[in-house]
Nanobody, 124 residues
Framework: QVQLVESGGGSVQAGGSLRLSCAAS??????MAWLRQAPGKERAGVAA????????YYADPVKCRFSISIDNAKNTVYLQMNSLKAEDTAIYYC???????????????????WGQGTQVTVSS
């Protein structure tokens, strides 16, 4: 049984940083992603990483501010978030896919497994 457990969310002022962690069990981290859902908006991809060749993908609003990484030894994926903005406020979900997704990485329907979500609140 696959389980994804997130941690690291919280409240921070604009310009601050947070690091989210997602520990996986029952699944060897291979194709992992972070998606977020703000109130009244669809859940959408923030960043994804494919451990097979180290490819990473980022949504335009977070490029150069967020960084995704996978620690295969710990079976954990991280999202380092810097220069946070009020518009980054959302529930952040860790997700995993049983197959390579590629260019559709931002689509929530491509993922088989989900974490419970962690709230990130950025005050301006």
């Amino acid at each position: 049984q696959v389980q994804l457990v997130e941690s690291g969310g919280g409240s921070v002022q604009a310009g601050g940083s947070l690091r989210l962690s997602c520990a996986a069990s029952g699944y060897s981290v291979h194709y992992m992603a972070w998606l977020r859902q703000a109130p009244g908006k669809e859940r959408a991809g923030v960043a994804a990483s494919y451990s097979g060749d180290g490819r990473t993908y980022y949504a335009d609003p977070v490029k150069c501010r967020f960084s995704i990484s996978i620690d295969n030894a710990k079976n954990t994926v991280y999202l380092q978030m810097n220069s946070l903005k009020a518009e980054d406020t959302a529930i952040y979900y860790c997700a995993a896919s049983a197959r390579f997704i590629g260019s559709f990485w931002y689509n929530r329907y491509e993922y088989n497994y989900w974490g419970q979500g962690t709230q990130v609140t950025v005050s301006s």
